[in-house]
């Protein structure tokens, strides 16, 4: 089922998405509709001690065309369900990259190994335009409302019912 007739269904961009595991053949897709991110498995199985973590295997290579970017985002059930979670996320797999997706884990329980087994869910792959910048030195740069303040410089969010 799709999206109600009053929305917008989503622009699409063609990912040419290449298996390279015969015994799981690449099989990218959301799981419903209007998600951002399509699952990624693991093609082997994977234990994850407290706070230990691995590069772990897609089986899946895409060819992305140029303006384009495949973010590696965490699962948020596992995060909360395990404390397992993407290291470097978001993970960037640039445009002319053709090699296997490889995610690294980490388990940040405590207390509770993670185990996954082959065909498990261990991350998302969302697919974003970019802009290319074009760095421009400069001596001086143009006033903002912000200037320089950096870290904390909004302010610490009042709670009324502590005023």
């Known amino acids: 089922m799709g999206f109600d007739a009053a929305y917008n269904e989503p622009e699409n961009t063609e990912v040419l998405v290449k298996s390279l595991d015969p015994a799981h053949p690449a099989d990218l897709h959301y799981a419903h509709a209007g998600d951002a991110g399509a ?17 772990v295997p897609t089986g899946v290579a895409i060819a992305l065309p140029a303006g384009y970017v495949a973010l590696v985002h965490p699962r948020s059930g596992l995060a909360v369900k395990q404390g397992v979670t993407v290291l470097n996320a978001p993970g960037t797999v640039d445009a002319g990259y053709r090699g296997e997706i490889k995610v690294p884990l980490i388990n940040l329980d405590p207390e509770h190994t993670a185990v996954f087994h082959p065909g498990d869910r261990i991350a998302q792959l969302v697919i974003q335009r970019y802009v290319e910048a074009k760095f421009v030195p400069a001596e001086t740069l143009p006033g903002s409302d912000r200037a320089e303040r950096g ?10 019912a502590n005023s």
Do not use: H, Q
């Open 151 to 160: 870290f904390g410089s909004t302010g610490v969010a009042s709670n009324a």
């Open 39 to 55: 699952d990624l498995i693991t093609t082997v199985d994977v234990t994850l001690k407290p706070f230990e973590r691995a590069l």
